[in-house]
């Protein structure tokens, strides 16, 4: 999906990743976005899908997308990786369990080795997605009896698969069977999340918004080394290096600290 000139180039993965499927195959239609996934737009998001096959990488999101999915009844495919070790499961609202339905809760924060922390070997990430690929496939063209029907687990370096049946929705779960969707719900309000082991805050705005970024690059330039492709501008001021994109979402390196991170959000971009 990516190359060094990607990165040299600061593109954007979304933008990155399209420009390659359609380098693949130029029949493909791309609609490639920028957004940050939270409760505020996965509905509008998933709205009209057929199938939604995951690639993300917290569990916080993966239980926002499975209460999205199941509530508008859109099947997902979740898939993940990290070390040599992947997993897959084919969702199918109000048919096979959810996620939730498995893992009521989402493991302790920290618990649980991440990419970050952890690394991924690339081998293990083509054998996840060939797994759902292929799931999407018997999804699109109807062959339903074909799904795995399972929890799938391998290890590549420990040469160990496993399958575990999922079956029905548990009759216990608030997703399926009480239709809470708690991560839909929740309070938007906080804006700010560390990205683990990165160094970095993400500050989203409290409100939609659309930032004229070549205006902004000039503003910033007093202040500051200004970069800027179409995507996104880029602003280097002591020891921070702010990414902001269209939709005011910025990421800010060189501080794990929410509050350093919304008080340079504020004097840059204004809120
Ligand atoms: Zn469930």
């Given at each position: 999906?990516?190359?060094?000139?990607?990165?040299?180039?600061?593109?954007?993965?979304?933008?990155?990743?399209?420009?390659?499927?359609?380098?693949?195959?130029?029949?493909?239609?791309?609609?490639?976005?920028?957004?940050?996934?939270?409760?505020?737009?996965?509905?509008?998001?998933?709205?009209?899908c057929d199938v939604v096959?995951?690639?993300?990488?917290?569990?916080?999101?993966?239980?926002?997308?499975?209460?999205?999915?199941?509530?508008?009844?859109?099947?997902?495919?979740?898939?993940a990786a990290v070390g040599?070790?992947?997993?897959?499961?084919?969702?199918?609202?109000?048919?096979?369990?959810?996620?939730?339905?498995?893992?009521?809760?989402?493991?302790?924060?920290?618990?649980?080795?991440?990419?970050?922390?952890?690394?991924?070997?690339?081998?293990?990430?083509?054998?996840?997605?060939?797994?759902?690929?292929?799931?999407?496939?018997?999804?699109?063209?109807?062959?339903?009896?074909?799904?795995?029907?399972?929890?799938?687990?391998?290890?590549?370096?420990?040469?160990?698969?496993?399958?575990?049946?999922?079956?029905?929705?548990?009759s216990d779960c608030p997703?399926?069977?009480?239709?809470?969707?708690?991560?839909?719900?929740?309070?938007?309000?906080?804006?700010?999340?560390?990205?683990?082991?990165?160094?970095?805050?993400?500050?989203?705005?409290?409100?939609?918004?659309?930032?004229?970024?070549?205006?902004?690059?000039?503003?910033?330039?007093?202040?500051?080394?200004?970069?800027?492709?179409?995507?996104?501008?880029?602003?280097?001021?002591?020891?921070?290096?702010?990414?902001?994109?269209?939709?005011?979402?910025?990421?800010?390196?060189?501080?794990?600290?929410?509050?350093?991170?919304?008080?340079?959000?504020?004097?840059?971009?204004?809120?």
């Open positions: 999906m990516f190359t060094e000139a990607d990165a040299t180039n600061r593109l954007p993965k979304a933008i990155a990743a399209a420009n390659h499927i359609r380098e693949v195959n130029s029949e493909i239609g791309v609609e490639p976005e920028i957004a940050d996934v939270n409760n505020s737009n996965i509905e509008r998001l998933i709205e009209g096959i995951d690639g993300t990488d917290n569990f916080a999101t993966r239980y926002l997308i499975n209460d999205a999915c199941v509530k508008h009844k859109v099947n997902w495919i979740y898939g040599s070790y992947g997993v897959t499961m084919t969702i199918r609202p109000n048919i096979t369990a959810c996620l939730r339905c498995l893992f009521p809760e989402p493991p302790p924060a920290a618990s649980a080795p991440t990419c970050d922390t952890a690394g991924v070997i690339m081998p293990i990430i083509n054998i996840v997605a060939a797994v759902q690929v292929s799931e999407a496939l018997k999804l699109l063209t109807g062959h339903e009896d074909d799904l795995h029907q399972s929890l799938m687990q391998f290890d590549v370096w420990r040469n160990e698969w496993r399958r575990i049946s999922t079956g029905q929705p548990a997703t399926c069977a009480r239709h809470e969707f708690v991560t839909l719900e929740a309070d938007s309000s906080d804006f700010a999340a560390v990205l683990c082991g990165r160094d970095a805050v993400q500050v989203s705005p409290s409100h939609p918004a659309h930032i004229n970024l070549s205006t902004l690059g000039e503003r910033l330039s007093a202040a500051g080394e200004v970069k800027l492709n179409d995507y996104l501008l880029r602003f280097r001021t002591g020891e921070f290096e702010m990414t902001i994109f269209q939709d005011a979402r910025s990421i800010i390196r060189g501080t794990d600290n929410v509050a350093t991170a919304r008080s340079l959000y504020a004097k840059f971009i204004g809120n």
